[in-house]
């Protein structure tokens, strides 16, 4: 593990207007540090996604501080939030948000070119991130020609494109069957073992956490606790045994 990739410290996040307001987030303590994969977990309703938007400068805190990299995003304006996301957070999403009429390699190039990369280096470094989540062969598929998890995999490697310090990923395996979201989870916890990168993954799926190095739970907009996860587990086993 390594140094804080995000922070929120105290953050509380209101929503809505008037006798509609309500408190998505009380008070809301969490850190994601480079080299591990987190899961999110909680209920329907309890700010696992208002609180992946707000670390991912999609949304602001109502109060409370958020770090990105060490810097704050206190004052930030829509630009700087913008330039943060841009620089420091990939996306990835339950519904995978591919362009049908793009293919593979040039769904995950448009995360460059909206970067103003030029066309070459985009293309190349879109090819290299297909390759990291093991779709090097389906660089020309269309997003209808390949299956769920290839779609989700195509969506990891756009997250990834842009070399972020941060994977946020909001339900990822949801929509996937077993076999395809263990694939999709074996690509989110290789790409966490870079110690300059974190992966928080939102799920409330527990056939995901023997992946997690460690389990945060959310209730009611606050944190409940956190455990280790199987990974850390699995860790901690083979640490010992090369003790012996």
């Keep these: 593990m390594s140094a804080p990739i995000l922070e929120a410290i105290d953050v509380a996040k209101f929503l809505g207007q008037g006798a509609g307001r309500v408190q998505a987030l009380k008070g809301v303590g969490l850190t994601l540090v480079g080299g591990e994969l987190a899961l999110l977990m909680g209920p329907s309703g309890s700010g696992k996604t208002t609180l992946l938007s707000i670390l991912g400068c999609m949304l602001t805190p109502t109060s409370g501080t958020v770090l990105i990299g060490g810097q704050s995003t206190a004052g930030a304006t829509a630009e700087d939030l913008a330039k943060l996301r841009r620089e420091?957070?990939?996306?990835?999403?339950?519904?995978?948000?591919?362009?049908?009429?793009?293919?593979?390699?040039?769904?995950?190039?448009?995360?460059?070119?909206?970067?103003?990369?030029?066309?070459?280096?985009?293309?190349?470094?879109?090819?290299?991130?297909?390759?990291?989540?093991?779709?090097?062969?389906k660089l020309r598929s269309y997003p209808r020609e390949l299956s769920g998890g290839e779609q989700q995999r195509v969506a990891i490697a756009r997250a990834l494109v842009a070399n972020p310090s941060a994977v946020l990923a909001d339900e990822p395996t949801a929509a996937l069957d077993t076999d395809n979201g263990q694939t999709v989870m074996s690509v989110l916890a290789e790409i966490a073992k870079s110690s300059s990168r974190g992966v928080l993954v939102v799920a409330h799926d527990p056939r995901i956490i023997p992946f997690a190095h460690r389990i945060i739970h959310i209730e009611d907009g606050r944190i409940v606790g956190t455990e280790p996860g199987g990974a850390a587990k699995s860790n901690a086993k083979s640490n010992g045994k090369n003790k012996l």
């Design 88 to 137: 420091h957070v990939g996306f990835v999403f339950q519904s995978y948000h591919l362009f049908p009429t793009l293919s593979a390699v040039d769904n995950v190039r448009l995360a460059l070119d909206v970067r103003g990369e030029d066309a070459a280096t985009s293309r190349a470094k879109a090819k290299e991130a297909m390759a990291v989540v093991g779709l090097g062969h």
